[in-house]
């Protein structure tokens, strides 16, 4: 498998679930990846996997709120490697809450990394790929981006910013090469979809027939399918599209 042969790979939130299955996938398409995390233990063992497989990496610490670890972070990569051919913006966390229960801190935080996150990775990348000749950048949405969802205000809201921000960043660097998309998944067979059936009282496996026509949730491996396709060359004329990744489930609908 060749799908990303040569091509340098930024991926955030590497460290598990979805950046951690994308990370190992991309490297086995030939990429070198370079995964970043707040948790460095964990990431650095995602790395040696990769490496153990025959694979290139290495990993960053990396705190995605921080302006000015997304300067050390892309000036490393542009230093060691010449440049970034694809950034994922995989990066981000999960609140379950009553609007009326949901506080200033909490909203805070949350939007500090799912939209702060994604807004810095964008600003410190487009403009390397652009001077380079062009590159790929991947939002993770979700579907609580798309669709209204009880007590998902705040969830919601940050995804909702990630699919605007990846159509604003694509018409504006269109004309550079750089082409900009968000793909949002349902439940992910991660901790955050066992923090969700949890949350709702149910199980993951339960959670599946309710979600998509499919039986199932989503497995890591379904979204990292979609994301080697957006960072590969098949996708060259792909770019400001929102990609709903949900089993089927917008096509369930409860009458009666």
Do not use: C
């Amino acid at each position: 498998m060749s799908r990303l042969q040569n091509k340098i790979a930024l991926i955030t939130g590497a460290a598990n679930g979805i950046g951690e299955a994308a990370a190992v996938r991309f490297a086995a398409e030939g990429a070198t990846v370079i995964a970043t995390d707040i948790d460095e233990a964990a990431g650095k063992a995602v790395v040696e996997r990769i490496k153990a497989a025959g694979g290139s990496g290495e990993f960053l610490a990396h705190d995605v709120t921080s302006e000015d670890a997304w300067v050390e972070v892309t000036d490393h990569v542009r230093t060691v490697h010449g440049r970034i051919d694809v950034l994922v913006n995989n990066a981000g966390i999960y609140l379950i809450a009553p609007l009326a229960e949901t506080t200033v801190e909490d909203w805070n935080r949350l939007m500090a990394v799912n939209v702060t996150g994604t807004f810095l990775g964008m600003k410190h990348t487009a403009l390397q790929m652009a001077t380079a000749g062009g590159g790929a950048i991947i939002n993770l949405s979700s579907i609580a981006g798309l669709v209204g969802v009880a007590g998902h205000t705040l969830y919601g809201a940050s995804k909702g910013a990630v699919r605007t921000m990846s159509k604003d960043v694509a018409a504006e660097y269109a004309a550079a090469g750089v082409r900009v998309n968000s793909l949002h998944p349902t439940y992910v067979n991660t901790g955050m979809a066992a923090y969700g059936a949890a949350t709702a009282g149910t199980t993951i496996e339960a959670l599946g027939p309710v979600l998509s026509p499919l039986g199932r949730i989503a497995e890591p491996a379904d979204v990292v399918n979609f994301l080697v396709f957006l960072a590969s060359d098949e996708t060259a004329y792909l770019t400001g599209s929102e990609y709903n990744l949900d089993g089927g489930g917008s096509t369930l609908l409860s009458v009666g």
